[in-house]
């Protein structure tokens, strides 16, 4: 299997956690897609990935599968070891599908747009529309989401219950995006901050 990505980005570190957890990184081969320079918005890579999104996965067989959450479904339930997207029964995984959702959407995506449309961004080659209204509420909704899993946290190990899941994933790497973005995290957020200590001390993370 092989996986395009650009290693440090948000969202292949994702994926690359993911396969750290199931330890399962050394059966894909990582292949370097050179963003900066646009070549993921090329006809070859988009043959590939239409989203014209890092990271993708490419199976053995040819075929291509986009997209973070659908990415770490297939590692999860390729690889053995600890379940990561909830697969013990229908309300852990449904749990764990609703707090991946709200973090990837509330937090990760959110910063996201923040970075792409109220900054610089990856430069003017890259950034060919920018909406800075939009960006700024962007912000608000990222800094809101951050209240809302420190809330969550204070009831729970993790964002799902009481297991380490994808959900944890997304918002860990939402996080360090908020950080490179220059989005600050409240700091009476002490339960998040408790939480994200304990993810960065995981094996998977730490390296």
Known sequence: MKVYDVEGFPNPARVRIALAEKKATDKVD???VDVMGGEHRA????AKNPDATVPCLELDCGT???QCT???EYIDATFEGPSLTGGRDPKSRAKVHMMN???ENGLLNAVGDYFHHATPGL?????????AEWGAKRKSVAT???RYLDGVLAENDYLAGEEFSMADITAFAGLAFADFAKVDVPSDLANLSVWRQKVAAR???AG
């Open 203 to 205: 094996p998977s993370v």
């Open 123 to 131: 430069g003017p080659d890259l950034e060919t529309y920018q909406n």
């Open 64 to 66: 291509t599968i986009s």
């Open 101 to 103: 959702l709200r973090a």
């Open 144 to 146: 809101e989401t951050m």
């Open 30 to 32: 990582f292949i370097s």
């Open 70 to 72: 659908a990415i770490t």
């Open 43 to 46: 006809p070859v890579f988009k």
